[in-house]
Every structure is written in C-alpha cells, then in structure tokens.
C-alpha cells in the first residue's frame, strides 16, 4: 500500500512538473496571435482579446524575410551534421577499434577540451576567422563541426568499443578495409547512438546564439535564433512578432524530438555496458 501511495504521489509530482514546464510554451504560443500591446498586461491574460495574425504577418514582409532566416538555419544545421556524422565517425572509429601509441592519452586530451568554455575561445577563433575570410558567412557557423565534434565523437566511440573486435576482424579476414568496415558495418549497427549525436547537434546548431551574434554581420546572414532578437530590439518593441518567431523557431526541434524520441534515451544509454 505504501509503496503504490509513493508511486501515486510521485506521478503527481511528475505531472505538476511537467504541467509548469509546459504553461510558458502555451503562453508564448497564445501570445503570437495577441496584438502586441496585449501580451505582457497585468494581470496575465491566457487567451487573446482580439486573435490577430499581425504578428506571424511582420514575420514574412519585405524586412524581415522569416524564409530566408528559417533557409540559412537550416544550412547550418544540416552542415554540422554532415560534418559530425564523417568526422565523428572516422575520429570515434580510430579511437575505438585501431591501435596505435598514444591513443588513450590523447583521447583524453581530447575530452578535456570539452571543459573549455566558449568565452575563452571565442576571440582567437574570431581572429581566425577573420584571417580566412569567413567572418559573415555561414560557414563561420558550422566549420567547427568538421574540426573537432568531441561530443559527437565521445559518444560514438563509447559505442563501438562495445561492437565486439571478432566482427571487426571476421570483416577483416574477408578483406575489408577498415573504412568499409565502418560504413558497411558500424554505422548500420550504430543508428540509435548516431541518431542521438544527429539530434544533440542539430538543436545545438539551430538554438546557437552566441556564435551568430559574434561572427554574422549581415541581414540576409542571419538564423533564426538572431532574427527572433530582432523584434525585441526595435525602437517600437513588436511583443507579438517575437513570439511568433518564437513559436516557429521551435516547430522543427518539437518534431524532429517527438518523431526520434525512442532512439534518444537508446542511444545516451548505448556506449553504458562495456563490450
């Protein structure tokens, strides 16, 4: 009896938890259709007065071209991916199942790097940048991906050292290279953690704000994530096209989160048994 009593009240927790989480993404989402005067009165108003669509309207105008936004984002997002999903493979597969001196060590120098803020690099990486010419390009963006992906490539490697060495070697033995072993054979068996590491830098890249503000200058540049500030810092403060650009911005991640959901956990959990 106590035990379903703690369980029933624990649900109860979890759902009011859940409940407060969930209250400001209905109240961003109600506030899109409200005119911009009504979004932040007192007391707090749930449902719009008037529902308008001025809002979503200042999101498409010939200023503020919320498409081209949501395009440049995209590219971003989709670059980093590719770079996360060649570079982290390659790297976590040279980790993992090729021996060489020194490995263990500088993988762990690798990982190390992870405890570097942003904030200690983000000026010598803004001088590099400038030196190559890529300071207001999208490629400012999602250049590092391709460099060095340690999340991806910490995650990935975890999961193939628990692929056992004898199918690495039977594949071996039939004469496969150790490239073709890793796309014929690896990376099929791998899907739930790729799907993970795909998941983890495509919501990094389409929520980056930080790396945006710093290295893009231009208009027709810029991602969702900066373009969403824009609204908020007008002269005339436009409450109802922030959250508008707000609502939209968060569609793709809802999905791509409800669609992939049960690989997510599966793959955080994949590298956990060692093999």
Not at 251 to 274: D, E, F, M, N, W
Request: glycine share 6%; proline share 4%; charged share 15%.
């Amino acid at each position: 009896m106590a035990i379903k009593l703690n369980r029933g009240l624990i649900s109860i927790m979890m759902w009011a938890i859940a409940i407060m989480m969930i209250l400001p993404f209905f109240w961003m989402l109600l506030s899109s259709f409200k005119p911009s005067g009504e979004v932040f009165t007192y007391p707090v108003q749930w449902l719009p007065k008037r529902w308008t669509l001025d809002g979503y309207q200042a999101l498409f105008d010939s200023k503020y071209n919320f498409v081209k936004f949501y395009w440049n984002t995209f590219c971003v997002a989709f670059m980093t991916i590719v770079g996360v999903v060649i570079v982290g493979s390659l790297t976590a597969y040279a980790y993992a199942k090729i021996k060489f001196v020194g490995r263990e060590v500088v993988f762990i120098l690798l990982i190390a790097t992870m405890a570097i803020p942003f904030q200690v690099i983000m000026i010598p990486k803004f001088i590099i940048l400038r030196y190559f010419g890529l300071l207001d390009t999208l490629t400012s963006q999602w250049i590092g991906a391709f460099l060095n992906p340690v999340t991806g490539i910490f995650l990935l490697r975890q999961f193939f050292k628990s692929i056992h060495d004898d199918i690495i070697e039977s594949a071996k033995i039939d004469g496969c290279t150790h490239l073709r072993i890793l796309w014929r054979i690896v990376v099929p068996m791998s899907k739930p953690v790729l799907f993970t590491v795909i998941l983890i830098y495509f919501v990094s890249a389409w929520n980056n704000y930080e790396m945006a503000l710093l290295y893009l200058r231009s208009l027709d540049k810029y991602v969702v994530s900066i373009a969403v500030k824009m609204f908020s810092a007008e002269r005339t403060l436009n409450h109802s096209a922030t959250m508008a650009a707000s609502t939209i911005s968060i569609v793709p991640l809802s999905l791509l989160l409800i669609i992939g959901q049960r690989y997510l956990i599966a793959g955080l959990t994949a590298g956990a048994v060692k093999g």
